[in-house]
């Protein structure tokens, strides 16, 4: 069985496996959330094929063919023993074009019951884009407060949270670049589309500027963070301390390290800049972070309105705490 599906039907289906049949290099830039990728062509052949379709479309279509034929011959196996015949599974491309409609038939020859995403990758990125130019219709509750005062950790605690950091693997700040290469820019809308699409009613979100390291925030969405209910997290210093040495400590390579320095300079006097590199060298955490903190203290702005302040030396009492205020004030249930 095959049909095909506009995107907000396709959407709402409920597959057993969802196939990307694009190249594995543009699978990596960019799919649709869990999608498995059975290429149809691989990168190699997709990039010839591309050259000599503008050359002659025939050709190309028949040398296509067997690329495809081949490709798809490794793939049956993998694909019949990890699901059952008779499976309901989504497939798309590029653009709703030949690639997805190969392997469609053929799996459906083989008696999947396939459905073709009409328009392709093409017509998902039109609705995410259309989806992120309208106004956000969730209620946010947004976490704020200075660096170390444990948002992260309350946010991963929380219901309906949207982890905007962990999305973009990037902690935030000229330092926050230690997790490892960032999604692309559609890659991380795409995650970020997924997750709000799953929730219908109010989210919980962290305070961010509108740039997570080289990833920027869709402007609807970060216009409503900044009418958001705030919630303000405060702790010691001590504790402060403790949290950022248990993120940075063992991420931070000296290299890294020099690099994100070189970023505040211009900000900072330089025996403040040669106390920071010497301390790091000595292995000086405590004074090395607490130094860190009177500079990014100064240059935190605290929200002109703050809804609850929140004191989160203990996370788990936090939690409990603002899920208790947040039932009985605004009547909201978890």
Excluded at 69 to 76: D, E
Excluded at 213 to 232: N, R, V
Aim: net charge positive.
């Amino acid at each position: 069985m095959l049909s095909e599906l506009e995107f907000e039907n396709f959407n709402q289906e409920k597959f057993d496996f969802l196939i990307d049949t694009r190249s594995p290099k543009e699978f990596s830039h960019s799919h649709l959330q869990g999608a498995l990728n059975f290429y149809a062509l691989n990168d190699d052949e997709h990039k010839k094929i591309g050259i000599l379709y503008k050359q002659n479309q025939a050709l190309a279509k028949a040398k296509g063919a067997s690329y495809i034929c081949a490709n798809m011959a490794y793939h049956i196996p993998i694909i019949t023993q990890k699901f059952r015949i008779g499976s309901k599974v989504g497939i798309y491309c590029a653009r709703g074009g030949l690639r997805s409609k190969s392997i469609a038939v053929i799996l459906s020859e083989l008696g999947y019951r396939v459905v073709r995403l009409r328009g392709g990758f093409k017509s998902y990125r039109a609705f995410v884009l259309n989806f992120f130019n309208q106004v956000l219709k969730l209620k946010l509750f947004s976490l704020c407060g200075n660096t170390g005062s444990g948002k992260s950790e309350l946010l991963e605690s929380l219901p309906h949270a949207i982890h905007l950091e962990k999305m973009a693997n990037h902690l935030g700040s000229s330092f926050g670049n230690i997790l490892g290469k960032q999604p692309t820019q559609k890659a991380f809308e795409s995650l970020l589309f997924d997750e709000l699409n799953r929730i219908r009613d109010f989210i919980f979100i962290e305070s961010e500027s509108r740039k997570i390291g080289e990833i920027i925030l869709p402007l609807k969405l970060y216009e409503s963070m900044q009418h958001a209910f705030k919630i303000y997290c405060f702790c010691s210093l001590e504790n402060r301390i403790k949290r950022i040495e248990k993120f940075y400590k063992n991420k931070m390579t000296p290299l890294k390290f020099k690099e994100c320095v070189q970023k505040i300079s211009p900000y900072i006097s330089v025996n403040f800049k040669q106390d920071l590199l010497q301390n790091y060298e000595k292995q000086e955490w405590k004074k090395l972070i607490e130094m860190l903190l009177k500079y990014y203290d100064k240059t935190y702005k605290q929200p002109e309105k703050i809804d609850f302040k929140l004191d989160t030396n203990d996370i788990s009492k936090a939690k409990e705490e603002l899920l208790a205020f947040l039932k009985a004030k605004h009547k909201i249930n978890f």
